[in-house]
């Protein structure tokens, strides 16, 4: 049997719609019965089949809490584990520690003691390290703790640390780093904001360059990796080095919008930055801009997928053709 947490997800549901297809015998873990209807939606995308839906046993738990997480392993043999906090907002960093590397421990603990066959890990490229000066960052760069890291960044590493720690107690560990993950079905959280700014008339770019990938293209390498004879290995999945300003611009087109016309400097962001910092202090509401999140808005980072392409024999879509499906599911919605 499978099992699958952060079930509900933007990677978790993706990937329980392809597990779905070719598996009878998945489990997924939920908080919130809410929360089924967006797996449901994203199901929609792809499919009229509701028997696919039902293929899943959900499982209602908590990955911080040992007790219920425990019978959640029974006769299990394949986990993938998606369930994380995103955010960069100082004011999270201790509950992401609890979710992202504590939760991820109690997952090992239980994986290692179900001997488990193989352990599926989305992590991020926030976890991976800076390459030298003009090359393009590997799976062989180190993460540097001396750096001024964003919480985000330092809870994601630390969670790859505990999953390391699986491979040596005998469980076969598969490590995923994506990019940017663009896709449907989560249009008021993460990358999904993306697509609602632009489509309700965001007037502000920068050319901040990143990694971009699809949702299909992390799961679908994902269940690849979990079918083959790789392991122990960590893969960084990006379809394209990209700058936000041709992301926005590729999916104002997409809507038929007019592009974000306005371009942000990075001493601008500098400054809203600390506004908006002073202005959470006050009203208590989260920031809408990050020290971090402005950093990354202006950071120039470009990152290798050859290793996965490699191993797996696999290619990953373009991004305007990524974005061309995705607006088109919003339309719709």
Known sequence: MILVTGGTGLVGSHLL????????????????EASLKKVKKVFSYYTSDVKLFSKIKWFKADITDVPSMKPAFADIEYVFHCAALISFNPK?????????????????????????????????????GDALQGNLVDEECEWNKEKDNSGYSITKFGAEMEVWRASQEGVDVIVVNPGVILGSGFWKAGSGKLFTQVYNGFKYYTEGITGFVAVQDVVKPMIQ?????????RFILVSENKSFKDVFFSIADAFGKKRPYKKVKTWQTEIAWRISWFVSKINGVAPLLTKYSAKSA??????????VMNAIDYQFEAIDTSIQRISGNYTED
């Open 17 to 32: 719609y392809h597990l779905s297809v070719k598996n009878d015998k998945i489990r997924a873990i939920y908080r919130t």
């Open 92 to 128: 999270d960093y201790r509950e992401m520690r609890k979710v992202n590397i504590h939760g991820t421990a109690i997952l090992v603990n239980l994986a290692i003691d179900a001997k488990v066959k193989k352990f599926c890990f989305v992590s991020s490229i926030a976890a991976v």
């Open 225 to 233: 990796l979990m079918q083959s004879s790789v392991k122990n290995e």
């Open 298 to 307: 202006h950071n120039i980072t470009k990152y290798s997928s050859q290793k």
